[in-house]
């Protein structure tokens, strides 16, 4: 092999080791679930109710007073993961005198989710979330309209406060969006992460 072979060749090589370390290096940098700064092993139950939660359609402004929430949540191949099995929402009301909430149900639960980074931020990510909201009222616009919300949803979790936050800024950075009506609509929520099982009482976090 002449000196100019070899000196592409080498070039080649470094190239490719520096692509394997970066594959690698973000690879193992994929976050799970701990308690007390300890890797979950098996599964957890996770439960709360967001401290404050509305959903925005354009014009419309939903919000439940019992947002409530369970998650069961596990680490697998080096990732972690979970699923929503509960989402019982009650006493919703609307920011319009003329709309008011017939009903309102989460749909074809379990949703999965897992844990994401993004700009060296953890965030929870929910794929294939579903909830129907029925609306009512003489002058309401949406009066008798069955309005879907779906999509994703990414929130930003602080272990400090041991909370999932939701909002237009999180579902952005995560690059998740829920839709309605043809819409983007605005989930807006704070969720405490709470372990109601095996590691009740343990800080929970994520890295």
């Known amino acids: 092999m002449n000196r100019k072979a070899k000196s592409i060749f080498g070039r080649v090589a470094l190239t490719a080791l520096v692509i394997s370390a970066v594959f690698a290096g973000s690879a193992g940098a994929s976050p799970t679930w701990k308690f007390e700064e300890k890797e979950l092993t098996g599964s957890e139950v996770v439960l709360g109710a967001a401290v404050e939660s509305s959903l925005t359609i354009p014009g419309l402004t939903t919000k439940c007073e019992?947002?409530?929430?369970?998650?069961?949540?596990?680490?697998?191949?080096g990732i972690g993961k979970g699923e929503v099995t509960e989402l019982?929402?009650?006493?919703?009301?609307?920011?319009?005198?003329?709309?008011?909430?017939?009903?309102?149900?989460?749909?074809?639960l379990p949703w999965l989710s897992h844990l994401a980074t993004f700009s060296s931020k953890n965030y929870v990510v929910i794929e294939g979330v579903k909830v129907g909201i029925l609306y009512s009222g003489e002058e309401c616009v949406l009066g008798g309209t069955l309005v879907i919300v779906k999509g994703s949803a990414g929130g930003l979790i602080d272990n400090t406060a041991e909370t999932a936050t939701f909002n237009a800024t999180t579902l952005s950075a995560s690059a998740t969006e829920l839709r309605a009506l043809a819409q983007k609509i605005e989930w807006n929520g704070?969720?405490?992460?709470?372990?109601?099982?095996?590691?009740?009482?343990?800080?929970?976090?994520v890295s």
Not at 67 to 77: D, G, Q, R, S, W
Not at 88 to 104: D, E, M
Request: aromatic share 12%; hydrophobic share 35%; charged share 15%.
């Open 66 to 77: 019992n947002f409530l929430y369970k998650l069961t949540i596990k680490n697998e191949a």
């Open 190 to 205: 704070v969720f405490p992460t709470e372990a109601f099982q095996w590691h009740r009482t343990q800080p929970l976090s």
């Open 88 to 108: 019982p929402l009650y006493n919703c009301t609307t920011n319009s005198n003329a709309c008011t909430v017939s009903s309102i149900a989460a749909e074809k």
